[in-house]
């Protein structure tokens, strides 16, 4: 008996569970050659997140709810809290050594930072800085999404409109943070995803999903079902086809759309299952936009085995035209994105 309370002591004191920090420095540490710019910028990723994660806890409690009184770019009420993250986003990135310039939903135009240990930096970064605002004064998931390039210009130049529109394809890295009932950064490289789950207890984020594969099959489609009779014909055949493989007929399937992607994505590549936000007949190319949105997902999701597309062709091959660009997104488990796409063909 008190061999096995030692041992488990022994395992607790042991106990090897990963910082962000720690395993970024480990996968630098397999390259001896990377300058640690990417380690870096995942930090400053990760500094913010916790900054935003704060007063996303705290907002029914003080004046951060509601409007901010703006219109944004893309014609949508401006959140205080859109415009808090955006703010501390773009200040970690100024203020850290690898980011040449940053783009945002928040943004019109995208901005090079200008002082010389940023002109001398490797990366430009975009995000969403909260995406699905729209719920937080109902308490419900809210995110942030980010996109990571390495620049086309050279280095010791200010960055330029190409370091920005490029594809997704082209993307180093890719992200996100999910503030729910429990706060976690995903992110994905080449080399793989995975997911930290924020410990309150020391303020860090500590590796809990290594490794994140999308299931091939899943069970769960998400759409916006109140836009149904504005889609294409083929779209809505699809849609159908789910309904019938859903539960109340005795099939698999199940419908789930909370409204914020970061979360409907997030549940789907996990336990599987297929996301939607099609073009509608008023809006052809829908609501989400390419570059901050659909593209680091896309990235993620075939890192983690899945597949994206705009309907045509894969998300990730679109050779973008503006920064606030928007595209019809389908994106889910392998098997499923197959199905659909012998529906959209
Ligand atoms: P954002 O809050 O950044 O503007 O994005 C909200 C997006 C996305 O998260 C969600 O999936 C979608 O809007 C929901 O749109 P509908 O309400 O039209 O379904
Ligand atoms: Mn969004
Ligand atoms: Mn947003």
């Not at 395993?23 to 870096?40: C, D, H, V, W």
């Not at 930096?121 to 719920?135: I, Q, R």
């Amino acid at each position: 008996m008190l061999l096995l309370i030692q041992t488990l002591a022994m395992n607790i004191v042991n106990r090897q569970v990963l910082t962000l920090d720690e395993f970024t420095i480990q996968q630098l540490r397999q390259f001896p050659q990377a300058t640690g710019e990417l380690s870096g910028l995942l930090r400053d990723i990760g500094l913010a997140a916790k900054r935003i994660n704060v007063e996303v806890n705290k907002a029914g409690l003080v004046d951060i709810l509601g409007d901010a009184g703006e219109i944004n770019v893309q014609g949508e009420d401006v959140k205080k809290l859109d415009v808090f993250a955006n703010n501390q986003l773009t200040a970690v990135l100024h203020h850290g050594i690898s980011c040449a310039g940053i783009a945002s939903e928040e943004i019109q135009d995208y901005v090079a930072f200008d002082d010389e240990v940023s002109k001398n930096s490797k990366y430009v970064c975009l995000f969403d800085p909260l995406d699905g605002s729209g719920n937080i004064d109902v308490n419900v998931s809210i995110g942030t999404i980010f996109s990571v390039y390495r620049r086309v210009t050279s280095k010791g130049s200010i960055a330029t409109r190409e370091d920005f529109l490029q594809p997704g394809r082209s993307q180093v890295a890719a992200g996100y943070v999910v503030y729910g009932s429990s706060t976690m950064l995903v992110y994905a490289t080449r080399r793989g995803v995975n997911g930290f789950t924020l410990d309150p207890s020391i303020g860090e984020f500590c590796l809990s999903h290594p490794g994140i594969k999308c299931p091939e099959n899943g069970k769960i489609y998400s759409v916006n079902h109140g836009n149904f009779f504005q889609y294409d014909a083929r779209v809505k055949q699809y849609i159908d086809v789910c309904q019938k493989k859903a539960k109340a007929d005795g099939g698999p399937y199940t419908q789930r759309y909370i409204g914020s992607m970061v979360a409907d994505v997030h549940r789907n590549l996990i336990k599987g299952g297929i996301f939607m936000y099609p073009g509608t007949m008023d809006k052809p190319k829908g609501k989400l936009r390419l570059l901050y949105e659909c593209n680091p997902f896309a990235f993620i999701t075939e890192v983690a085995g899945g597949k994206a597309t705009d309907g045509k062709q894969p998300i990730l091959d679109i050779k973008p035209m503006e920064l606030h660009q928007r595209t019809p997104f389908f994106i889910g488990s392998k098997n499923m994105m197959e199905e659909l796409e012998s529906y959209l063909s």
